[in-house]
């Protein structure tokens, strides 16, 4: 059985970091293209950041490039999210997801980030 968890969210203020994580089981992680996406109370789902299997290339959405890095341990089977210089427009639900979609064949349950002072 596939399952992501993320892990990592919280309250932060404006300006400050967290760094999600995101544990895969059930398949063979190191293969997968992995992805983070978001979604803000009351909107629609927004692609945040995706790297390849080997970690050695990464994209960005505009609205994060230069303050979030998107990495890999694939010994350890996680996805990791930092998120530095954050902003309350941030706030959302964060999911990791197989693949750099969409569509996203297996996602996690997400965590929470709220930017706020």
């Known amino acids: 059985e596939v399952q992501l968890v993320e892990s990592g969210g919280g309250l932060v203020q404006p300006g400050g970091s967290l760094k999600l994580s995101c544990a895969a089981s059930g398949f063979t992680f190191s293969s997968y293209a992995m992805s983070w996406v978001r979604q803000a109370p009351g909107k629609g789902l927004e692609w945040v950041s995706a790297?390849?299997?080997?970690?050695?290339?990464?994209r960005y959405a505009d609205s994060v490039k230069g303050r979030f890095t998107i990495s890999r341990d694939n010994a350890k089977n996680t996805l990791y999210l930092q998120m530095n210089s954050l902003k309350p427009e941030d706030t959302a639900e964060y999911y990791c997801?197989?693949?750099?979609?969409?569509?996203?064949?297996?996602w996690g349950q997400g965590t929470q980030v709220t930017v706020s002072s």
């Open positions: 790297l390849n299997s080997g970690g050695g290339s990464t």
């Open positions: 997801a197989t693949g750099i979609g969409p569509p996203y064949d297996y």
